[in-house]
């Protein structure tokens, strides 16, 4: 946002000033034309952002971390991806927010306040992966359209709130049900209120597992607006998009949910490997779920400078979807050659795993240092990225860092 400066010499021509500054040429600015400058907050004032966040678009907002941002075990705040397909909600109030649960198939339409979300059921807190399935979409060839994510759409923070399974279980659900889909408040592009910017959700086999829960918490305070305040549907290991925020409504289907962004090519990926560039008919496509396997080494930072003496710690993270990664090694020869790391065992299930291990290097000069995980099924990450497809889903190519031995 280095425009900032320069936006504040634009003003309103009634004004004839904004903050001191003339506005020059005020008379020519058109009636109802909206100054740029008060069309575009500061996102890091507005989102409370760590300075080295890095900001892929602003409208709708769409933020990412850099890898040595994701340090932490669990992910602050200040240093979370933003990732919004559309305007935030205009007005929130939490006292009178209301849940209803319906759908075809419901048992009873049901509606629910926030306070008795809080006080009927009870609170379970978990640490839960989200990663945006575009995680990673900079690196395919032909380019995807969509958010150049590099490595920093993903957080692991503290999620508190009901099992939605016990809300189910409340409302009562129908033999027929196989899905469940979000509905929230947030504004289409548009401005069209007949639209939704999205409307996902999951099968009722990830709705009725004891993780997905309807937060209202998130590293144990409210959660913060823009990451859906104040209820949230979080859905651990799934793409990070059917996680829900601000939602009002889950309507339980008994057909697969076909609300915005559920057909096409949008979260979902060839059914069979695919040449780059390659049209895919719309019925060989299937909906991502259980996210690949995957880490990230959030230190040192890439590019680090030290001396040969220096026994190099490097840390980051693991995770596989629904698995748990088993194996973490690291290679410095180009994956020629992989050492282990040393892994712990996650939090609970659907958390990131650390892993650190120490690195002696033989001689000076330029080195990469490359993670590579493996899951509980035997798979591991690839070294290039991995299958092309339309949108650039699911690159969870191995992560590499430079540095360089004095
Ligand atoms: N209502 C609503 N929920 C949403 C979205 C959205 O635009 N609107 N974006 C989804 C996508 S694509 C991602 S990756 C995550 C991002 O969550 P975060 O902004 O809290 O990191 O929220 C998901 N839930
Ligand atoms: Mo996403």
Known sequence: MKRRSFLKKAGYGTLGSIAGIPVVFASNIPKGYELIAFQDPDPFKMFGLNSSMVVLNNKPYNIEAQAHLLDDKVTPNDKMFIRNNGLMPKEINADDWVLTIDGESVNEVKSYSLAELKSKFKAYTYQLTLECGGNGRSEFDPPAKGNQWTVGAVHCARWTGLRLKDLLADAGLKDDAVYIGYHATDIHLSGDAN?????????????????????????????????????????????????????????VRNIEHDGTKMKGSSYRVPKYPVSPGQEVADSDMKIIESMPVKSLITFPKSGAVFNKSTILQI????????????????????????????????????????????ITFPEMGYYEVWARATDAEGTAQPMLVPGWNPKGYLNNACHRIAVKVL
Not at 233 to 249: D, E, M, V
């Open 315 to 358: 840390r980051g993270h693991a995770w596989a979807g629904e698995l748990e990664v088993v194996k973490m090694e690291y290679s410095i020869d180009f994956g020629s050659t992989w050492n282990p790391c040393s892994l712990e065992k996650p939090v609970n299930r659907l958390a990131w795993q650390h892993f650190d291990a120490e």
């Open 195 to 251: 639209k939704e910017p999205i409307s996902r959700g999951v099968p009722v086999h990830k709705a009725h597992q004891n993780e997905t829960l309807l937060a209202y918490l998130m590293n144990d305070k409210p959660i913060p607006p823009v990451h859906g305040y104040p209820l949230r549907l979080i859905a651990g290991g799934w793409p990070a998009s059917a996680s829900g925020k601000w939602i009002n409504r889950i309507s």
